[in-house]
């Protein structure tokens, strides 16, 4: 696979630099490019290739130019075994895709599990190390702890606000000889990101320290989500006949991207429908715009690394097809304030329990109706992180509690052992050169 800048298409890098040096220096983000035509891999899987199966055989067909088939199954094997999303029928036309089965219950924990291993074989080929530095919240932070622990080439510095580190094995700490350094500073999650901002814009410090990223700003990052839409039509292919979509929460645009690579990918699909934002709307004559658009890429601000939007990478598919795509994505109005009705009629209606962005999902599949999809078209409701998380909000609108998967109590726990630090740049500046230093 081959890539290149949002904002430059004429410098071209491997699959295992971009991954590595994650940022390019003209501000943009990694995308595709070009169309990689996966139909005879897709439609030769059927519901009885296991997820695992899946990632390893969409893992060769796209980087078969540079890893061999053997390192590239291995990638998916390490980091799913025993590990599947779960496709929940919930009547004749809506199945809802569950992202929340990995080992910490955040949809993340896939993406990261690949990423992860991808890191470490793309580091092990190369005789080298490398370094993941991110701000994070509790979350975010259990499902990176849980991916890069154990890695042997991999180190991870974990910047929390004051209270929200959570979930971190004592056994994968950095000061027993694990690979993982959790470090809270005195301050918000802006502070968090504020400094780790200002280390990545820092680029010889990114060069000397092996600095990259692990959110979907890194192509490594975002490209594994393509697998579950992979997944999701391998269980649906010999169920039904008609049109497919797929719903899909808007967060910063991570998964709706990936499921536009999917269709690039050549993956049977229909149409996205999302919940509308600022940023990526309707516009008067009812067809997707991204607000952004209007200004030129090389007008604007470098992409943050620290808290990343996919809308730019969104842009470049619209640019790339821009009749098709105008009216393949649909964002729709969702009002947050109904997140508790849209939350009681999914419980009243299917027995299920909705996270936040789920909801809102939800939401723009009931406000599309026939607007978007006939009767006979069948729409995949993609649900993010587990509802035990949002235990209380859902046990207010709903009367019932989502029951926590075993073992989950377990990631909750505060870590205790851990770097405390002003929101000072010199001091997080420190830790890292400390830690790959090791």
Known sequence: MKLVSTRNGDRVVSFGEAVLDSIPRDGGLYVPAREEDLRPWIMYMDEGTSFASIAGTLTAALLREEFSPVVTERIAASAFAGLSPELRQLDDHLYSLELFHGPTGCHKDFALLWFASALEHICAIQDRTAT?????????????????????????????????AVGIDDSALGSRGGNIWPVEIDGSLSDAQRLVRNMYNDRELVSRCGLTLANTMNIGRLLPHVFSYMFAFTRLRKRVGGDIF??????????????????????????????????LSCSVDGRCECRDSSIPLLSRGAADPASPSNLERLEQVFAVNPVMLKGFVFPVEVNPSSVGALTQDAYRRYGVHLDTGAALAYGAVAAAGNRV???????????????????????????????????????????????????????????????TKE
């Open 132 to 164: 993941v530095l991110a701000a994070t919240g509790g979350m975010t932070g259990r499902s990176m702890a849980r991916a890069f622990a154990g890695k042997s080439r991999l180190k991870t510095i974990l910047v929390y606000p004051k209270g929200a």
């Open 246 to 279: 797929y719903a899909v929460p808007s967060g910063n645009y991570g998964n709706l991207v990936a499921g536009l690579y999917s269709w690039k990918f050549s993956l049977p699909v229909n149409g996205f429908l999302t919940d509308a934002t600022p940023s």
């Open 373 to 435: 999809f006939s009767d006979e078209g069948t729409v995949v409701l993609m649900t993010k992180d587990h509802p035990a998380f949002e235990s209380e909000r859902i046990y207010r609108e709903t009367g019932s509690r989502p029951d926590l998967p075993p073992g989950f109590e377990a990631i909750s726990g505060k870590v205790e052992e851990l770097t405390r630090i002003d929101a000072d740049q010199g001091s997080l500046k420190a830790i890292v050169e400390a830690v």
